[in-house]
């Protein structure tokens, strides 16, 4: 938890924002159990996250789409957003918001099912790289690398590269990466 969460607020500094206004923690329960195996979803964590929402009302909400991750955290914390949502899908201000998915290093998505492609310079890529870099626990050795023995900075780097090319040949404009996203509404 206190590590995850200090590397977190590094990388938001290393975009230039401010982590204690531009960064929020959950210390969701389910999560905080002080080791790898991580508890059962339950009602608070839900709570938690909603209480979060009507706070902040946001009109964007972004969560991890990679639901095929090792581990299974990404499908718990969607579990936990959904369950959420559905408690304030009635809130005024729920008729502006939307919820993308973004793809993890976990998964591919084909380009037919993306919503936002947002293009990526080289300075942006390079930014993304030192923001993961801020993540060290998860360089390195990763205790859950699936079937890709690669860095999570190297599959997220080549995946968002890959998909500016496949964009490329399309015939839409060359970018050095492309991020991509999926509505879920």
């Not at 964590?45 to 964007?60: A, G, S, T």
């Not at 789409?65 to 990404?74: F, I, K, N, R």
């Not at 090319?165 to 879920?184: C, P, S, T």
Request: charged share 30%.
């Amino acid at each position: 938890g206190a590590i995850r969460r200090a590397e977190a607020r590094a990388a938001v500094r290393s975009f230039g924002l401010n982590p204690d206004t531009n960064a929020h923690f959950l210390n969701l329960p389910f999560y905080e159990t002080g080791g790898i195996k991580k508890g059962q979803l339950t009602e608070k964590d839900i709570n938690i996250i909603v209480e979060l929402l009507r706070k902040v009302k946001p009109h964007q909400i972004y969560a991890a789409g990679d639901l095929a991750d090792p581990h299974g955290t990404h499908r718990t914390c969607m579990e936990a957003v959904l369950g959420a949502l559905e408690v304030v899908k009635d809130d005024d201000w729920m008729k502006e918001c939307h919820l993308w998915l973004y793809r993890g290093a976990w998964m591919e998505w084909d380009l037919g099912m993306v919503d936002m492609a947002v293009p990526l310079s080289p300075d942006e890529l390079i930014m993304k790289r030192h923001a993961i870099y801020r993540h060290l626990s998860q360089k390195d050795i990763m205790p859950f690398p699936g079937d890709d023995p690669r860095e999570f900075w190297q599959r997220a780097e080549e995946r968002t590269q890959n998909t500016a090319r496949l964009y490329d040949h399309l015939g839409m404009a060359e970018y050095q990466a492309i991020e991509v996203f999926v509505k879920m509404f």
